[in-house]
């Protein structure tokens, strides 16, 4: 059980509570700072990718992991039906104090309407959390989408996180999948029940997609190693 730290930081944003900003550690890197205003923000503070796939967004909308709403709240504005879902409570209490209209607790893999456009975003793949899930994930995703629907999502290939001062890359071929890492979260002194969060790769989330029978594109490149797939 997850004691919802990741919530609670957002409703203590949310309730001009903003003392300290969540810190995050993974396996294989140190600690880093996450603010809290990031996970607040609007179109005009989010990366291109994100702004992309807001713009590629139609029909009905199903947002994924939806944290505190922005995804969902920019698109409602443009006169959008979406949906949002998370599996954090203090995510979903937020996203409805900002306006989401529907936000529910649910887990991905226990969601069964049908949409045009399915969402993950800030790393959508890491919800699948490691590669042999993947598959379970995508056949999920496909059996949720209307006819000509698209699914949008960002991951990065993080080769760039094994790097040394030499430029020398340390992966070990023998280890698990090198996007696959243990996630540590601490909030306020409190540390969560560690996760695992998958990043992958573009070429290997093409691969998967082939296995599962869908189409995957690549859509545009970011600025750290990271893109965006649309998968139909
Ligand atoms: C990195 S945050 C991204 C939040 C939001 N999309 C954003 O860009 O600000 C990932 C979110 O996914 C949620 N999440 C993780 N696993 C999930 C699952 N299986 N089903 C639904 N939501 C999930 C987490 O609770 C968290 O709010």
Not at 40 to 69: H, W, Y
Not at 73 to 83: A, I, W
Request: glycine share 8%; aromatic share 10%.
């Amino acid at each position: 059980m997850t004691k919802d730290l990741f919530g609670k930081a957002l409703l203590d944003y949310h309730s001009g509570n903003y003392t300290a900003d969540i810190m995050t550690s993974t396996n294989i890197s140190e600690e880093d700072e996450l603010p809290l205003p990031y996970l607040f923000r609007d179109f005009n503070d989010m990366p291109k990718l994100e702004q992309k796939a807001l713009k590629l967004a139609k029909g009905t909308i199903l947002d994924v992991g939806c944290g505190s709403g922005s995804h969902s709240l920019y698109l409602q504005s443009k006169g959008f039906l979406v949906k949002a879902i998370d599996i954090s409570v203090g995510a979903i209490e937020v996203a409805r104090k900002r306006g989401v209209k529907h936000a529910e607790l649910k887990a991905f893999l226990d969601e069964t309407e049908t949409f045009d456009t399915i969402l993950l975003l800030m790393n959508g793949t890491g919800i699948f959390q490691e590669l042999s899930e993947v598959g379970k994930y995508l056949k999920h995703l496909k059996s949720l989408l209307n006819p000509g629907g698209q699914i949008l999502i960002d991951s990065s290939d993080i080769k760039y996180m094994y790097e040394d001062e030499d430029g020398g890359i340390w992966i070990d071929a023998h280890a698990n999948y090198h996007g696959e890492l243990d996630y540590y979260l601490s909030y306020k002194g409190e540390d969560e029940t560690p996760m695992k969060w998958l990043y992958l790769d573009f070429e290997t989330m093409n691969l998967a997609c082939e296995t599962a029978g869908l189409a995957c594109e690549k859509v545009m490149d970011g600025e750290n190693f990271d893109y965006l797939a649309k998968l139909s």
